[in-house]
Structure formats: structure tokens, C-alpha cells
């Protein structure tokens, strides 16, 4: 007779969630994973973001746990950009400049020997940005959302997992029917568990056509950038705090343009797609941590992985193993209590 697996709910559908419950149904074939969430793609938050690896940094996460967890995620990705997996799930390699208009105080960041080919501007590279005196240049990963996210769930679903789409109002609506919760709720949190450390990051994007653009240009204060994609360029952008309208603002849009076309000259009058806003669940540190809830006598484990900000992309993968390695810490003890409870 084989043994009961672990009956795991995942609570969130958007990147972090679906790369927790994909990592789960890798690397711990005795768990039974369900993803429960209001949303999927093509309506999550990640599906707004650009998803080019650059790190943004948590002030109040070790440096070099971010480090790991951006290796970690690099190094996943790079294997599927280099798979025939690769365009299906829309990974690729993509180059380009970070230019600045003030040197910053390190010339090479935490990250420099992860991503590929780093190096220092030279000056004829820098005379394309003349409003600019220093830059860095290479070679990173870029995840095309509208593609990647599906692909997730696919293959979630191929492992053998479960999605339910419907809202959680409370944690302890899970308590029975699974063993374990991981809260990947994202903003979320605020409500679910009561986190409001946690809170929205306004950023508005546009997704334009320009073909002939094949290399990333970001402005080294993060906001103003420029990711060609599969289907088309993203420009952006905003760092909103606590801004919580998600409708695209006309002035905004037009100040994105003023912005890339800066950087871009050959931007000037492109034909605008779409535009998108999504709402970054930031918090000072990346909560990836377990907590045992409990009431009346009961008990409910949960791990939690949210609040990665505008970085999900960069480190979800980390962030997801993370987690899983928690979960996998917990098995023994539920296991155990498993079989005393049929004594």
C-alpha cells in the first residue's frame, strides 16, 4: 500500500505562486499540490511586468541570500533558454546597456558575475547616450510573461497538480481538506494574514511596436527602460507607492514615451500596443519563512513566499526552492503525525 501523500494548497496563481507549486511537484513527489487562486494569466501582476532579470534589492534581505537566490534563478532559466522548451516558454538571452547619468558608488553590483559578458561602457558605446557619463554592459535572461506563465501551468498540471479558481477569504478554510498551505498571495497578504508590512508599487508600462530594437536600455535609476520582447517593447515606467489605481493614467503615457524616446531617439512616433499597469507587492524583505497557525486546538503550517517587489522575475525560482526546502523540512513531523493519528 503506498503511503498518503502530503495534500499541499497553494494560494496564488501569479508567478511566485505558480514557480512554488511547479518547484513542489519537482522535487517532492509525495506531495499533492493544488494552486487556489481568484486569478491566472493573463490577469496576474506578473503578466505586466517586463520580466528581464536585473535584481532590484531588498534593503532588509542579506545580500548575499539575494545573490543566491538570482544565481539560482539564472541558472533555471538559462537551461530552458538553451532547451527546446525555450520558445514555448518564452526565455531567451537578451544584451543591452545600463547607463547612467552620475556614476553610481559601486561600478560592478552584487549580480555582475551572474548575469554573462558584464563589463564596463567603453566610451564609443556610451557617445549612443550623450546625456549619460557612465554604463555597464551584458548579457542576461529575459522571460516573455504572456508566454512563461502558461507554460508553468502546463507543466504544473503535467506533474500532476491541480488549480482551483476561486478566493481563499481565510486560511482556515484550507484546514482539512490539506495539510499545509504556502501563502503566495502577494498583496494579498495585507488581508489574508494580516501583513500590511506589504504593500503596492504603482507601475505603469506600454507595450509598443519597434521591431528594430534588439538590445535592453535601462536607465540606472530603474525607471525609465527599454526590454524588446517576443511580442513586442516594453517601456516603462513607474514606482508608485501606495498608489492603488489600476487604470493606465494619459499623462503617465505620455511621460514613458518622453522618457525611452531620451534614450531611444528612434522611438519618436511608434506605434503604442497596449498599455498595462500592475500593482509590485513590495516589502523591505522578501518573506520566505514558516509559521504554524494555530486555533482551538489545531494546528495549520504555512510558508510563506511573497513581497518580491518589481524582482519577482529575478529571483522567483530561488524564492520558490526556498520555500520548497521548508516544506520539506516539515514532512517528517507531518508524516509522523499522520501515522500516530491511524494508531
Known amino acids: 500500500m503506498s503511503p498518503q501523500k502530503i495534500r499541499v494548497a497553494v494560494i496564488g496563481g501569479g508567478l511566485v505562486g505558480l514557480s512554488t507549486a511547479l518547484c513542489i511537484t519537482e522535487s517532492l513527489p509525495q506531495c499533492l499540490v493544488t494552486v487556489i487562486s481568484e486569478k491566472f494569466s493573463p490577469n496576474t501582476t506578473g503578466d505586466v511586468a517586463a520580466g528581464c532579470l536585473i535584481p532590484h534589492t531588498y534593503p532588509d534581505t542579506p545580500l548575499h541570500q539575494q545573490k543566491d537566490w538570482f544565481k539560482e534563478t539564472f541558472d533555471y532559466l538559462f537551461k530552458i533558454a538553451n532547451s527546446p522548451e525555450a520558445a514555448e516558454a518564452g526565455v531567451n538571452l537578451l544584451s543591452g546597456w545600463q547607463v547612467f547619468k552620475t556614476p553610481p558608488k559601486e561600478a560592478f553590483p552584487f549580480w555582475w558575475q551572474v548575469v554573462l559578458g558584464f563589463r564596463i561602457m567603453t566610451e564609443a558605446e556610451l557617445a549612443k547616450f550623450p546625456f549619460y557619463t557612465f554604463g555597464q554592459s551584458f548579457t542576461t535572461l529575459k522571460c516573455q510573461s504572456s508566454h512563461y506563465l502558461p507554460w508553468m501551468e502546463k507543466i504544473f498540471k503535467r506533474n500532476g497538480g491541480f488549480v482551483q479558481t476561486r478566493k481563499v477569504d481565510n486560511i482556515w478554510q484550507l484546514y482539512g481538506s490539506f495539510d499545509v498551505v504556502m501563502n503566495c498571495s502577494g498583496l494579498g497578504s495585507r488581508d489574508l494574514i494580516g501583513d500590511l508590512t506589504v504593500y503596492p508599487v504603482r507601475g ?140
Not at 209 to 215: G, M, Q, R, S
Not at 264 to 283: A, C, M, N, W, Y
Not at 294 to 320: C, D, E, M
Request: glycine letters at 10%.
Open 204 to 343: 505603469q508600462v506600454l507595450e509598443v511596436h519597434a521591431p528594430w530594437l534588439t538590445h535592453f536600455i535601462r536607465d540606472g535609476d530603474g525607471n525609465t527602460y527599454i526590454y524588446p520582447g517576443i511580442t513586442g517593447v516594453t517601456l516603462g515606467g513607474t514606482k508608485e507607492k501606495n498608489d492603488w489605481r489600476l487604470s493606465p493614467d494619459a499623462e503617465t503615457r505620455k511621460d514613458i514615451l518622453e522618457r525611452c524616446c531620451d534614450l531611444e531617439p528612434s522611438l519618436h512616433g511608434v506605434f503604442v500596443i497596449q498599455d498595462k499597469v500592475g500593482l509590485r507587492p513590495t516589502r523591505l524583505a522578501v518573506r520566505v519563512e514558516k509559521e504554524i497557525l494555530a486555533k482551538n486546538g489545531q494546528q495549520l503550517p504555512v510558508i510563506h513566499n511573497f513581497g518580491h517587489g518589481g524582482g519577482g522575475f529575478s529571483i522567483h525560482w530561488g524564492t520558490a526552492k526556498a520555500a520548497t526546502e521548508l516544506l520539506q523540512d516539515l514532512i517528517p513531523s507531518m508524516t509522523n503525525a499522520s501515522a500516530k493519528s491511524k494508531l
